[in-house]
């Protein structure tokens, strides 16, 4: 018997209606990592190292970090409670979370398991955490968008919020210059609604390559090589004591990557969804490191005014940079036409990349 | 490969404070005001675009001049 397939003659439609976003209250400038850096090293090793030489290095002046005690959820919650007040959205109508982390509170329960029970979702609402960085924010996405497009829900709540500085050792001063603690929250729903940003999500493109894995990783942070008490010893003097993992970064190799994918990433999404480089309105790529973006941006040939560099102020805060940078295109008044199209596109950890075309 | 004043027009595309023309051959490219750590990687992601070609650290560590960096750029592209 032949198999019959029935295809849609419409397409569905899917939006992202609203974004939130939350910073912790604590922030770090320039000459402040640089003190710290001071306690672990001497002076001679950074003698060359000022305020201005980070800024040029990654665009930086600014990064947050959660207290020691608050987690990655803890910053979620925050900017999914601040999302429910600003967007007047009634946390009953949510039927699923999706929790994007790198930074997990267990291996068990699931964080967003948690978390419904924190924000009073309905007990008939879903919940998964997806383990994610740099990419996290277009892997939320695609699965809000399948969750709905299959008819599994209407309504999903996506949390984007991480937690580097925990995992960075003062004396990493690059690796302080860059990451900053943040969460964002992002509705999608099956519908328009009035009064909210009703961007469509239209078709997505991936890619990995698990041979990055020890270029960007986070060491001694779960089941592989485990932290055993002579490692947490060592690191007992800092200031959370690294107890999570520390990280590390093979920044050569991570800008090498991104320079050779990132171009690529933008092609292949720009054809899946059959529209031209020129017609995109806005690029917003996921905020790794000010500099980096600027050298994609020539080699790209966008013009300045298309292009979202948002990180001095913020530093790169992994799965929530598009989220933040989207909301403050708004904040800062960007005017946004009805039609106009936003390229997202994040790539790091993992490897890992993705991207997608949204259109206001 | 394509003469030593296009390499230098590339590399002072990238560079946005410097004024054209300020880089020669003989230019020492670690006493220009601009270098930074960063830099570095630059001039290497510049080369891996433009000319498909991976200069590692220590090729660049090795460079002192422009002219240095052009030549090991060519020698690897025969």
């Known amino acids: 018997m032949k198999r019959v397939v029935y295809l849609s003659s419409k397409k569905r439609l899917i939006y992202i209606n609203a974004i939130s976003y939350f910073f912790p209250e604590t922030s770090y400038n320039n000459t402040q990592i640089i003190e710290d850096y001071l306690k672990y090293s001497s002076p001679e090793d950074i003698k060359d190292v000022t305020e201005d030489s980070i800024f040029n290095q990654c665009g930086i002046r ?14 979620g919650n925050k900017s999914a409670k601040k999302f429910f007040d600003e967007w007047n959205v009634d946390p009953s109508t949510i039927d699923y979370i999706i929790f994007v982390s790198d930074a997990l509170d267990y291996k068990g329960p699931t964080t967003a398991c948690v978390m419904q029970y924190d924000l009073g979702l309905p ?18 996405l695609s699965l809000a968008k399948a969750l709905i497009f299959s008819g599994q829900c209407s309504n999903v709540l996506i949390v984007t919020a991480d937690t580097p500085s925990k995992v960075v050792h003062p004396e990493d001063i690059d690796l302080r210059a860059i990451f900053s603690d943040a969460g964002a929250t992002t509705l999608v729903s099956n519908q328009k609604i009035d009064g909210m940003l009703n961007y469509e999500i239209s078709d997505f493109i991936f890619g990995t390559d698990g041979k990055g894995e020890k270029n960007l990783y986070v060491d001694r942070s779960a089941t592989k090589n485990a932290a055993d008490v002579k490692w ?68 790209l040939k966008i013009p300045e005014e298309k292009f979202i560099i948002n990180i001095e102020n913020i530093g790169n805060t992994v799965s929530a940079t598009i989220p933040i940078a989207l909301k403050e295109m708004i904040e800062k008044g960007i005017e946004l036409k009805k039609g106009n199209k936003i390229l997202l596109g994040g790539f790091g950890i993992g490897y890992s990349w993705g991207a997608t075309i949204i259109t206001v | 490969m394509e003469d ?75």
Not at chain 2, 22 to 46: H, Q, V, Y
Request: with cysteine; hydrophobic share 40%; charged share 30%.
């Open chain 1, 62 to 75: 600014k990064r947050y970090a959660a207290e020691v005690e608050e987690t990655a959820k803890e910053l």
């Open chain 1, 123 to 140: 007990e008939t609402c879903g919940a998964i955490d997806v383990l994610h960085g740099c990419t996290g924010y277009i892997y939320g």
């Open chain 1, 232 to 299: 947490l010893q060592q690191h007992e003097h800092i200031p959370g004591g690294l107890r999570r993992g520390r990280m590390y970064m093979n920044s050569p190799q991570i800008f090498l990557f991104a320079l050779r994918k990132v171009p690529v990433l933008i092609e292949q999404v720009l054809e899946k969804n059959n529209v031209k480089f020129e017609e995109i309105d806005y690029f917003v790529l996921h905020q790794a490191n000010g500099q980096m973006l600027e050298f994609i941006r020539k080699r």
């Open chain 2, 4 to 78: 030593i004043s296009e390499f230098i027009k590339k590399i002072e595309f990238e560079i946005d404070e410097i004024e054209s023309e300020t880089i020669n051959p003989e230019t020492k490219f670690r006493e220009l005001e601009e270098w930074s750590s960063m830099m570095g990687l630059i001039f290497i992601a510049l080369i891996d675009t433009e000319y498909d070609v991976t200069v590692n650290g220590d090729d660049l560590i090795n460079c002192v001049t422009v002219q240095d960096l052009y030549n090991v750029v060519k020698s690897k592209i025969q």
